[in-house]
C-alpha cells in the first residue's frame, strides 16, 4: 500500500502587514456545505510542536465559506515565522476536527 491515510494538512503562508487588518475567505468546494454549528479557527503557537496555542481566531461560518476579518491591532501582535494551524471543528459527539492547513506567518510590512 502506498497511499497515505488521513488528511495531509496543506502548507501555506500567512501573510500579514503593519496596521492591515487581516481578512481571508475560503469557500467550500461546489456541492458541499458546512454543516450548522461548524467552528472554524486559526491558531497561533510558539513552536509549531505545540499544543496550547498562544492566540486563536475565529472565523465567521456560513454554510458556503468561512471569513475572517481581524483587525490590525490584533493582527499586529503576531510576529513574524509564528507557526499556526487552520483547523475545521465539525459539531459531531464527540467533536471532529481536521487540521486543513498548516504554516507560518510571513510579516510584509
Given at each position: 500500500m502506498t497511499a497515505a491515510l488521513g488528511r495531509t494538512p496543506e502548507q501555506i503562508k500567512l501573510i500579514l502587514s503593519l496596521g492591515a487588518d487581516f481578512t481571508q475567505i475560503i469557500k467550500t468546494p461546489e456541492n458541499e456545505t458546512f454543516p450548522v454549528d461548524t467552528v472554524v479557527a486559526i491558531r497561533f503557537y510558539d513552536d509549531p510542536a505545540d499544543t496550547a496555542h498562544i492566540a486563536e481566531w475565529l472565523g465567521d461560518v456560513t454554510s458556503t465559506q468561512v471569513e475572517w476579518r481581524?483587525?490590525?491591532?490584533?493582527?499586529?501582535?503576531?510576529?513574524?515565522?509564528?507557526?499556526?494551524?487552520?483547523?475545521?471543528?465539525?459539531?459531531?459527539?464527540?467533536?471532529?476536527?481536521?487540521?486543513?492547513?498548516?504554516?507560518?506567518?510571513?510579516?510584509?510590512?
Open positions: 481581524i483587525e490590525s491591532a490584533l493582527a499586529d501582535v503576531i510576529p513574524d515565522r509564528t507557526p499556526f494551524r487552520m483547523y475545521v471543528s465539525y459539531p459531531e459527539v464527540p467533536t471532529l476536527e481536521h487540521c486543513w492547513f498548516t504554516g507560518r506567518v510571513a510579516r510584509k510590512q
